[in-house]
């Protein structure tokens, strides 16, 4: 049986195990980031971090209208519905008016006799003027007596007073038609902006009273957010600085960039957050403005603000 030697291998220089530890440190160094190369996605975001955080709500600029009818009565007919888009000046409800409409013909009926008068008044002028002239004329040359133009003189002065009379009644049975025309404008409840029909609080045979609500609409307006910061944050946030805003059960979809458009510079209770221990919260109350106008959203909506520098 053949046996087989194996020859030993050479020992390597240290020179060489140097030249190796160095090749393979250059090659680590090749792998790490350099000084200057650019900032990474972390660091971005690290910039973007908000300086502080609120929570808040979708409202209308300027808030929702409630409307009440300028008169108690009875609701004859209600035009609208709820969710219904109205127009400025569009009726809404209309309120009992028999007893004005009524009083509204008898007036309208007086100023229609009134004028009736005073043109056939007035109509008589110039035939009474004309025949003084005629016996002024004949007197002069001695075929009518002075009588006869005193008395020409007379009816034409009391006619003229009769006119001017005529004319005060046509005045005052006038002025009565358009007041009770402007009373019965009380009646009837018109938007006074286009909006939207959000809850209808009278029904047709309801009573309704000026010191209650009967409509209440959401006017077409910019849509705000009303945020509240923590007293700890209030020196943070300035005017003009700008958020962004998801709802507060859907952060995975954000809302257009807001900007802060007004800080309430007062104190007052939180209501939309509640500590149980502690009890109501201190915040500053502080209104945004959105960029663009936000889709799918609805007023009333709690939303989560981030505000960054």
Known sequence: MTKIHATPLPMPHPWQVLGLLCLALGGLA?????????????????????????????????????????????????????????QAGQLLLKIHDEDLRAELA??????QLAQARHKAL?????????????????????AADLQEVDNAQA???????????????????????????????????????????????????????TSQAAVRLLPLRPLRIRAELNESFAGTVQKGMRASVVLDND??????????LRINPMYGPSTLQDDAQRGPLRVVECVLEFETAPGHVRVGQNVRVSFHE
């Open 30 to 86: 090749g792998c790490t980031p350099a000084a200057d190369s650019p900032p990474t996605a972390s660091a971005s975001q690290q910039h973007q971090s908000p300086v502080a955080v609120a929570r808040g709500k979708i409202e209308v600029d300027g808030g929702l209208l409630d409307l009440a009818s300028a008169i108690d009565g009875t609701v004859q007919q209600i035009v609208v519905r709820e969710g219904q888009q109205v």
């Open 106 to 111: 008898v007036a309208q009926s007086s100023y």
């Open 122 to 142: 007035t109509t008589k002028l110039p035939l009474l003027q004309a025949q003084l002239k005629r016996l002024q004329a004949a007197a002069r040359d001695g």
């Open 155 to 209: 009816a034409l002065r009391n006619a003229q007073s009769e006119a001017e009379v005529a004319q005060a009644e046509v005045k005052l049975a006038q002025s009565k038609t358009q007041q009770l025309r402007e009373r019965q404008r009380l009646y009837a409840l018109h938007a006074p902006e286009a909006a939207t029909v959000v809850h209808l609080r009278a029904q047709t045979g309801s009573q309704v009273h």
């Open 251 to 260: 952060s995975s979809t954000p809302l257009p960039e807001a900007r802060v």
